[in-house]
T-cell receptor, first 114, second 110 residues
Framework: GAGVSQTPSNKVTEKGKYVELRCDPISGHTALYWYRQSLGQGPEFLIYFQGTGAADDSGLPNDRFFAVRPEGSVSTLKIQRTERGDSAVYLC????????????FGNGTRLTVT | GESVGLHLPTLSVQEGDNSIINCAYSNSASDYFIWYKQESGKGPQFIIDIRSNMDKRQGQRVTVLLNKTVKHLSLQIAATQPGDSAVYFCAENTYSTLTFGKGTMLLVSP
């Protein structure tokens, strides 16, 4: 079946601009996660949703970052007033339930802020 | 251009050898562990998982060992193939989120 789909695969934006990154999880997966990965590092947790609600947003670095999942399926990560330090690969993952189920990742969106 | 695996520990093996990748995890409350494989330009791919009530689990060509006393995980890959070349991450589940280690690059020479 289809895996986690992320669009766009690459995004180049200028410092100060607003960007939206989209994630389509595996059908039927109730939990959805956003991670950020810098070069040479492991993925770092940003936020996860159980259904429509953000159950844990403790990894969001500041209030420029926001994510929504209005219908409990597709999610959008929104970054306002982008900074060069936001450049990274943003990974989305989904799982059947929150605990003790493997996360299935998409291929990420590579964000470059110039 | 980019250098995938910059600053990562690297394990170099010959095709057909067995590989062992080690990981120290940080939280004694973690109760679920996963190994992921990540190829350049792709997201992490699930390999095998283990719950904290187990100390060994086997899959196809892979075995994960868990030592809770010293908070250590290892991934053993039998008969390593060139297609196994990638960065490998261990991840621990504490409360509701997965925390990833820094990763190990595996290079397999034909």
């Amino acid at each position: 079946g289809a895996g986690v789909s992320q669009t766009p695969s690459n995004k180049v934006t200028e410092k100060g601009k607003y960007v939206e990154l989209r994630c389509d999880p595996i059908s039927g997966h109730t939990a959805l996660y956003w991670y950020r990965q810098s070069l040479g590092q492991g993925p770092e947790f940003l936020i996860y949703f159980q259904g429509t609600g953000a159950a844990d947003d403790s990894g969001l670095p500041n209030d420029r970052f926001f994510a929504v999942r209005p219908e409990g399926s597709v999610s959008t990560l929104k970054i306002q007033r982008t900074e060069r330090g936001d450049s990274a690969v943003y990974l989305c993952a989904s799982s059947l339930n929150v605990r003790n189920s493997p996360l299935h990742f998409g291929n990420g969106t590579r964000l470059t802020v110039t | 251009g980019e250098s995938v695996g910059l600053h990562l520990p690297t394990l170099s093996v010959q095709e057909g050898d067995n590989s062992i990748i080690n990981c120290a995890y940080s939280n004694s409350a973690s109760d679920y562990f996963i190994w992921y494989k990540q190829e350049s330009g792709k997201g992490p791919q699930f390999i095998i998982d283990i719950r904290s009530n187990m100390d060994k689990r086997q899959g196809q060509r892979v075995t994960v060992l868990l030592n809770k006393t010293v908070k250590h995980l290892s991934l053993q890959i039998a008969a390593t193939q060139p297609g196994d070349s990638a960065v490998y991450f261990c991840a621990e589940n504490t409360y509701s989120t997965l925390t990833f280690g820094k990763g190990t690059m595996l290079l397999v020479s034909p």
